[in-house]
């Protein structure tokens, strides 16, 4: 059994940071590509950052040059550093990781951007 648990969500005032972790825990023996996707009522799931186990990367549009994704091999954890956040940022966060033939996802973290 794997388990992928969030934290380090809450509310921020815009032009605020964040930084959000993934711990995974379970029967592991290798994870492979990560992510944090987000999502708000009403709209689809959306890729906000993914890391291979190499290290690249990739970053949606709308977070460049703002969100910076990271992730330990060692500690199996990975990690989502969020710059000049803004409004529209506004959404719950999931982890995301395939382990062999699947793919995990944790329970979410609320990321609420408001004055």
């Known amino acids: 059994q794997v388990q992928l648990v969030e934290s380090g969500g809450g509310l921020v005032q815009p032009g605020g940071s964040l930084r959000l972790s993934c711990a995974a825990s379970?029967?592991?023996?290798?994870?492979?590509?990560m992510g944090w996707y987000r999502q708000v009522p009403g709209k689809e799931r959306e890729l906000v950052a993914g890391i291979t186990r190499g290290g690249a990367t990739n970053l949606a549009e709308s977070v460049k040059g703002r969100f910076a994704i990271s992730r330990d091999n060692a500690k199996n954890t990975l990690h989502l550093q969020m710059d000049s956040l803004e409004p529209e940022d506004t959404a719950v966060y999931y982890c995301?990781?395939?382990?062999?033939?699947?793919?995990?996802w944790g329970q979410g973290t609320q990321v609420t951007v408001s004055s």
């Open positions: 379970g029967s592991i023996f290798s994870i492979g590509t």
């Open positions: 995301n990781a395939k382990i062999s033939y699947f793919t995990y």
